[in-house]
Protein backbone atom coordinates (compact mmCIF):
# COMPACT_ATOMS: atom_id res chain seq x y z
CA UNK A 1 0.00 0.00 0.00
CA UNK A 2 1.68 3.36 -0.85
CA UNK A 3 1.48 6.80 1.36
CA UNK A 4 -1.53 8.09 -0.71
CA UNK A 5 -3.98 4.92 -0.41
CA UNK A 6 -2.97 5.31 3.49
CA UNK A 7 -3.52 9.12 3.77
CA UNK A 8 -7.34 8.41 1.72
CA UNK A 9 -8.74 5.52 4.50
CA UNK A 10 -7.21 7.71 7.72
CA UNK A 11 -8.58 10.66 6.34
CA UNK A 12 -12.44 10.01 6.44
CA UNK A 13 -12.18 8.18 10.14
CA UNK A 14 -9.85 10.89 11.31
CA UNK A 15 -12.04 13.49 10.57
CA UNK A 16 -14.77 11.86 11.92
CA UNK A 17 -12.98 11.28 15.25
CA UNK A 18 -12.33 14.52 15.41
CA UNK A 19 -15.92 16.04 15.13
CA UNK A 20 -16.92 13.68 17.40
CA UNK A 21 -14.39 14.03 20.29
CA UNK A 22 -15.16 18.45 19.42
CA UNK A 23 -18.77 17.84 19.65
CA UNK A 24 -18.98 15.61 22.53
CA UNK A 25 -16.52 17.58 24.02
CA UNK A 26 -18.45 20.93 24.10
CA UNK A 27 -21.96 19.36 25.08
CA UNK A 28 -19.81 17.78 28.28
CA UNK A 29 -18.59 21.21 29.01
CA UNK A 30 -22.19 22.18 28.87
CA UNK A 31 -23.15 19.46 31.41
CA UNK A 32 -20.68 19.19 33.35
CA UNK A 33 -19.89 22.93 34.63
CA UNK A 34 -23.31 23.01 36.32
CA UNK A 35 -23.44 19.10 37.72
CA UNK A 36 -19.74 20.30 38.80
CA UNK A 37 -20.69 23.24 40.51
CA UNK A 38 -24.25 21.41 42.48
CA UNK A 39 -21.85 18.94 43.34
CA UNK A 40 -19.30 20.77 45.37
CA UNK A 41 -21.45 22.47 47.09
CA UNK A 42 -23.87 20.09 47.84
CA UNK A 43 -24.00 18.00 50.89
CA UNK A 44 -25.68 14.79 52.32
CA UNK A 45 -26.33 11.73 51.27
CA UNK A 46 -28.05 12.07 47.69
CA UNK A 47 -24.96 13.48 46.62
CA UNK A 48 -22.90 10.37 47.57
CA UNK A 49 -25.35 8.60 45.21
CA UNK A 50 -24.99 11.12 42.88
CA UNK A 51 -21.57 10.65 42.36
CA UNK A 52 -21.91 6.86 42.27
CA UNK A 53 -24.36 7.27 39.52
CA UNK A 54 -22.69 10.11 37.11
CA UNK A 55 -18.95 7.78 37.12
CA UNK A 56 -20.41 4.71 36.70
CA UNK A 57 -18.95 4.67 33.33
CA UNK A 58 -15.36 4.41 34.56
CA UNK A 59 -16.10 1.21 36.07
CA UNK A 60 -18.35 -0.46 33.86
CA UNK A 61 -17.00 -2.00 30.60
CA UNK A 62 -17.68 -0.55 27.47
CA UNK A 63 -19.44 -2.96 26.10
CA UNK A 64 -22.38 -3.07 29.24
CA UNK A 65 -22.59 0.91 29.17
CA UNK A 66 -23.26 0.05 24.53
CA UNK A 67 -25.50 -3.07 25.21
CA UNK A 68 -27.88 -1.08 27.66
CA UNK A 69 -27.63 2.34 25.43
CA UNK A 70 -28.15 -0.01 21.79
CA UNK A 71 -31.67 -1.21 24.49
CA UNK A 72 -32.44 2.55 24.82
CA UNK A 73 -31.94 4.22 21.45
CA UNK A 74 -32.86 1.16 19.31
CA UNK A 75 -36.15 0.34 17.63
CA UNK A 76 -37.62 -1.03 20.43
CA UNK A 77 -36.46 1.78 23.16
CA UNK A 78 -38.29 4.78 24.23
CA UNK A 79 -35.92 6.95 21.93
CA UNK A 80 -36.70 5.34 19.03
CA UNK A 81 -38.08 7.73 17.12
CA UNK A 82 -34.69 9.65 17.35
CA UNK A 83 -33.02 7.21 15.10
CA UNK A 84 -29.50 7.24 16.83
CA UNK A 85 -28.51 4.00 15.70
CA UNK A 86 -25.83 3.61 13.65
CA UNK A 87 -25.51 7.27 13.36
CA UNK A 88 -23.64 10.22 14.24
CA UNK A 89 -25.23 11.99 16.59
CA UNK A 90 -25.80 7.87 18.21
CA UNK A 91 -22.01 8.19 18.62
CA UNK A 92 -22.54 11.52 20.39
CA UNK A 93 -24.79 10.15 22.95
CA UNK A 94 -22.61 7.54 23.63
CA UNK A 95 -19.51 9.41 24.07
CA UNK A 96 -21.22 11.55 26.18
CA UNK A 97 -22.23 9.47 28.53
CA UNK A 98 -19.11 7.04 28.56
CA UNK A 99 -16.93 10.43 28.44
CA UNK A 100 -18.47 11.66 31.75
CA UNK A 101 -16.87 11.09 34.78
CA UNK A 102 -13.48 12.21 32.66
CA UNK A 103 -14.95 15.59 32.28
CA UNK A 104 -16.87 15.87 35.34
CA UNK A 105 -14.54 14.88 37.67
CA UNK A 106 -11.82 17.63 37.45
CA UNK A 107 -14.17 20.32 37.45
CA UNK A 108 -15.96 19.46 40.35
CA UNK A 109 -12.41 18.94 41.98
CA UNK A 110 -11.33 22.10 40.95
CA UNK A 111 -14.43 24.20 42.55
CA UNK A 112 -14.41 22.01 45.42
CA UNK A 113 -10.87 23.75 45.80
CA UNK A 114 -12.00 27.06 45.83
CA UNK A 115 -12.12 28.58 49.19
CA UNK A 116 -16.11 28.85 50.58
CA UNK A 117 -14.91 32.04 52.42
CA UNK A 118 -14.58 33.35 48.92
CA UNK A 119 -17.61 32.63 47.50
CA UNK A 120 -19.35 33.77 50.95
CA UNK A 121 -17.86 37.12 50.79
CA UNK A 122 -18.87 37.82 47.56
CA UNK A 123 -22.35 36.94 48.24
CA UNK A 124 -22.30 38.91 51.32
CA UNK A 125 -21.60 41.63 48.86
CA UNK A 126 -24.31 41.31 46.84
CA UNK A 127 -23.36 39.25 43.97
CA UNK A 128 -26.29 37.10 43.06
CA UNK A 129 -26.00 32.80 42.39
CA UNK A 130 -25.08 33.62 38.61
CA UNK A 131 -22.37 36.19 39.09
CA UNK A 132 -20.22 34.34 41.38
CA UNK A 133 -20.62 30.92 39.61
CA UNK A 134 -19.57 33.47 36.20
CA UNK A 135 -17.42 35.65 37.36
CA UNK A 136 -15.15 34.13 40.25
CA UNK A 137 -15.93 30.63 40.22
CA UNK A 138 -15.20 29.49 36.78
CA UNK A 139 -12.30 31.89 36.49
CA UNK A 140 -10.44 30.16 39.68
CA UNK A 141 -11.45 26.58 38.23
CA UNK A 142 -10.25 27.52 34.83
CA UNK A 143 -7.11 25.04 35.38
CA UNK A 144 -9.39 22.47 35.83
CA UNK A 145 -11.86 23.02 33.25
CA UNK A 146 -9.30 23.28 30.59
CA UNK A 147 -7.72 19.57 32.04
CA UNK A 148 -11.26 18.38 32.18
CA UNK A 149 -11.87 19.36 28.38
CA UNK A 150 -8.74 17.84 26.64
CA UNK A 151 -9.16 14.48 29.02
CA UNK A 152 -12.86 14.40 27.71
CA UNK A 153 -11.53 15.45 23.77
CA UNK A 154 -8.61 12.85 24.01
CA UNK A 155 -10.78 10.22 25.81
CA UNK A 156 -13.72 10.49 22.96
CA UNK A 157 -11.07 10.44 19.95
CA UNK A 158 -9.47 6.79 21.33
CA UNK A 159 -13.54 5.19 22.83
CA UNK A 160 -13.72 1.67 21.30
CA UNK A 161 -16.46 -0.51 22.61
CA UNK A 162 -19.15 1.81 23.02
CA UNK A 163 -19.14 3.92 19.65
CA UNK A 164 -18.77 -0.06 18.24
CA UNK A 165 -21.90 -1.17 19.73
CA UNK A 166 -23.90 1.71 19.12
CA UNK A 167 -22.68 3.35 15.44
CA UNK A 168 -21.36 -0.31 14.08
CA UNK A 169 -18.64 0.49 11.25
CA UNK A 170 -20.35 2.10 8.29
CA UNK A 171 -17.55 3.24 6.19
CA UNK A 172 -17.91 7.62 6.26
CA UNK A 173 -20.56 7.72 8.59
CA UNK A 174 -19.86 6.10 11.85
CA UNK A 175 -15.93 4.25 11.52
CA UNK A 176 -13.61 6.25 13.86
CA UNK A 177 -10.39 5.89 14.29
CA UNK A 178 -10.26 3.34 17.10
CA UNK A 179 -12.96 0.94 14.72
CA UNK A 180 -10.50 1.73 11.61
CA UNK A 181 -7.85 0.49 13.58
CA UNK A 182 -9.91 -3.10 14.72
CA UNK A 183 -10.64 -3.30 11.09
CA UNK A 184 -7.80 -2.80 9.55
CA UNK A 185 -5.90 -5.60 12.03
CA UNK A 186 -9.96 -7.64 10.85
CA UNK A 187 -8.14 -7.41 7.16
CA UNK A 188 -4.64 -8.01 8.40
CA UNK A 189 -3.88 -4.84 6.74
CA UNK A 190 -1.11 -3.59 9.48
CA UNK A 191 1.05 -1.31 8.00
CA UNK A 192 -2.70 1.04 8.26
CA UNK A 193 -3.33 -0.36 11.66
CA UNK A 194 0.58 0.81 12.45
CA UNK A 195 -0.29 4.13 11.06
CA UNK A 196 -3.53 4.83 12.69
CA UNK A 197 -2.15 3.60 16.30
CA UNK A 198 0.86 5.44 16.09
CA UNK A 199 -1.12 8.17 15.42
CA UNK A 200 -3.18 8.04 18.27
CA UNK A 201 -0.26 6.67 20.44
CA UNK A 202 1.60 9.65 19.79
CA UNK A 203 -1.22 12.02 19.92
CA UNK A 204 -1.75 10.27 23.90
CA UNK A 205 1.68 10.74 24.93
CA UNK A 206 0.99 14.88 24.33
CA UNK A 207 -2.16 14.92 25.84
CA UNK A 208 -0.45 13.42 28.87
CA UNK A 209 2.22 15.58 28.87
CA UNK A 210 0.65 18.71 28.34
CA UNK A 211 -1.46 18.02 31.08
CA UNK A 212 1.40 17.37 33.35
CA UNK A 213 2.99 21.02 32.00
CA UNK A 214 -0.63 22.23 33.46
CA UNK A 215 -0.85 20.92 36.68
CA UNK A 216 3.06 21.72 37.43
CA UNK A 217 2.34 25.51 36.36
CA UNK A 218 -1.09 24.99 38.80
CA UNK A 219 1.37 23.84 41.79
CA UNK A 220 3.68 26.33 41.05
CA UNK A 221 0.71 29.39 41.29
Not at 105 to 110: C, G, L, W
Not at 204 to 214: D, E, M, R, T, Y
Request: glycine share 10%; hydrophobic share 60%.
Amino acid sequence: MNAADIVSQIWQPLRLSVQLAGVSTIILLMLCLPLGWVLARAKGLWRVFAEAFLTLPLVLPPTVLGFYLLLMLGPNGPFAPLHLVFSFWGLVVGAVVFSLPFVLRPIQNAFEGIAPSLLESAASLGAGPWQVFFNLAMPMARRGIVSAAIMGFAHTLGEFGVVLMIGGDIDGKTRVLSVAIYDAVERLDFALAHWLSGGLLAFSFAILLLLSVLNRRGAAV
